[in-house]
Each structure stands twice: as structure tokens, then as C-alpha cells.
């Protein structure tokens, strides 16, 4: 999973297009299987933290619910992801999170 994560992080810098993760892996939010869910929110940490501010506001609106919606999720691990992940978003966006 590392490596597979560490292979998506050099796409989007190569691409420098943090969009990609809500366009690409909108099906990942809502995946059966734990791993994959917490996995897009690593994706989605390392956007906020190299490109959170060339979110546009419509995909960082639709990327804020998804997020927010795990933080309900039934897994420990993914719960945890997602509290890091709304916390890496509002390191980068502030006040603007809200």
C-alpha cells in the first residue's frame, strides 16, 4: 500500500494538479474496504499539505464533505486519517475552512 501510495504522490506532483484526488478516487471515499478509504485520505493530506491552496473553492467544498463524512466512519484508523486530514486543511486554509 506504501509503495502504491508513494506511486500516486509522484503522479500529482508530476501533474501538480491536486484535483485529481477528488475527480480520480471519488469512489474511493466510499469504498467497502477500510484501507482504501484511509489510503485517499493520505492522498488527500499530501495535497493540502504541497498544493492547499490551489483548491478552487467548489472542489475544496466537495473534498471538505467527503472528509467530514469519515470522520464518522465505523474504523478506527480511517477516523484518525480524517481528523489528520481536517487538520492538514486548515493548517493551509485557515479561517476560509470554515
Known amino acids: 500500500r506504501k509503495a502504491a501510495m508513494e506511486a ?3 503522479i500529482i506532483d508530476g501533474l501538480g494538479s491536486p484535483g485529481i484526488v477528488h475527480e ?3 469512489g474511493c471515499w466510499t469504498h467497502k474496504n477500510s484501507h482504501v478509504r484511509e489510503c485517499v485520505l493520505r492522498i488527500a493530506i499530501h495535497c493540502f499539505e504541497k498544493y492547499g491552496n490551489k483548491f478552487t473553492s467548489n472542489r475544496r467544498e466537495a473534498l471538505i464533505r467527503d472528509i467530514v463524512s469519515l470522520l464518522g466512519d465505523s474504523t478506527g ?3 484518525e ?3 489528520a486530514c481536517i487538520e492538514a486543511a486548515y493548517a493551509v486554509l485557515g479561517q476560509s475552512l470554515r
Open 8 to 10: 500516486v504522490f509522484v
Open 24 to 26: 480520480c478516487f471519488a
Open 77 to 79: 484508523t480511517v477516523r
Open 81 to 83: 486519517a480524517a481528523l
